[in-house]
């Protein structure tokens, strides 16, 4: 068991057990730190209740009373919960920290990290830097949003391996000494309002990732952001910039014929096979990071050509009759299926709809000049009717779930037409997950042969 180093907390509330709660709760308890755990759905017979309680943890559980942070340090938050929660204000009335258990891991793991984050593209550019490392036989693990708990990961990690994260917003707010060696700044548009309430401080959660570098770490950023580009100007970090719009020499950048690392040729640009200009910024940020982490152009060459995608993420499904299904569930806002709608020049059937968060649509419309039918579902299906309407889109069908969608899809296609499943909404009001809702696409998409 990795032992913490620079935490001087003694006594620490974990809220929310889930995967990240409870791997923080053994962590710390390992570390002999005196633990409460607070669990609102939890229930006395959970394998987790019984086991932190015999590791020496208090766990309360049912509700969240205020006396959990008596005489604690700090808190430990699962990043879902969000900071209206009574307990999370109540700390912060009090000025007790609160952290999330990516924090944890920095202080476990001496090791260099490459963190990646952004609106949209994480886990696709996780996944390639990863593919990259891995092809060119560098040690490295993946962690955070995808794959295992970070500091699950780093117990078995070595200090010369390299540990990739993918990192959402919720975590990053929750870091205050975090500082990845490698940072890659994707993007930045309006996205999870209801959890940060205003876009100042969602942003300024997602600019935590490079907030403690040194001149010693790289930040990799989207040269095309003005966001981004007006906020990296007082990182203390080498800047290496990306764009498939300008040449960067000091960065990762295309012509009309080749991908190019600072001034050399890395690989063509007919040879990659995933496709979408909004994944050649991703390939670019992964370019660079992997370059700067010792992967060779033989190793990214090889990923470049065989990666068609992650799960959920524009992933190619199946050619069915000539019909070209594409699940794309991941794409939980509107920029998501803006950036997937502009990846097809052919005609396209578009399933959409979900969770209800306020939003209109109108910014989806210009988006929709390859569009022939629209299938809806969810919360939103009258909203996204009335955006086919105002587009012009003569066929719209509105489908009680996403396996109906499928079929109504199919029923009114043809050869050579793309369907697309991307949502441009979270699942939450159908389904568990945006996974859930993707592997219900894959499997009625299946069923069809």
Known sequence: MRKLKDFPYSNVVVLGLA???????????????????????????????????EMGAEVIIGSHPISVLDGMDIVVKNPGISYDNPIVAEAMKRNIPIITEIELAYHLFDGPIIGVTGSNGKTTTTTLVTDMLKKSDQPVRVAGNIGIVATEAVQSME???????????????GTEKFRPTTAILLNIFEAHLDYHKTLTNYKQAKFNIFRNQTENDYLIYNAEDKAITEEVKD?????????VQQKLETGAWIDDKYV??????????????????????????????AKLNGATNEGIYQVLTTFSGVEHRLQFVENVNGRLFYNDSKATNIL??????????????????????????????PHLKHVRAMVVFGQTASKLKEL???????????????????????????ENEVILLSPACASWDQYRTFEERGDMFVQAVHKLM
């Open 19 to 53: 995967r990240s709660g409870t791997a923080a709760a053994q962590i710390l308890l390992a570390n002999n730190r005196t633990i409460r755990v607070n669990d609102k759905q939890a229930t006395e017979q959970d394998d987790v209740v019984i086991q932190l309680k």
């Open 159 to 173: 200090n010369n391996e390299r540990l990739v994260l993918e990192l959402s917003s919720f975590q990053l707010q």
């Open 235 to 243: 990182a203390r970090a080498k800047l290496v910039p990306f764009s």
């Open 260 to 289: 190019y690392f600072r001034n050399e040729k890395i690989i063509e640009l007919n040879k990659i096979v995933l496709v979408g200009e909004h994944n050649l910024q991703n390939i670019l940020a992964a370019i660079a990071a």
């Open 336 to 365: 998501a299926t803006q950036k997937a709608l502009d990846s097809f020049k052919q005609s396209t059937i578009l399933l959409a709809g979900g969770l209800d968060r306020g939003n209109a649509f109108t910014d989806l419309q």
């Open 388 to 414: 086919a309407d105002d587009a012009g889109i003569d066929t719209v069908i509105e489908s009680q779930n996403v396996e109906e969608a499928v079929n109504a899809a199919y029923s009114i296609s043809m």
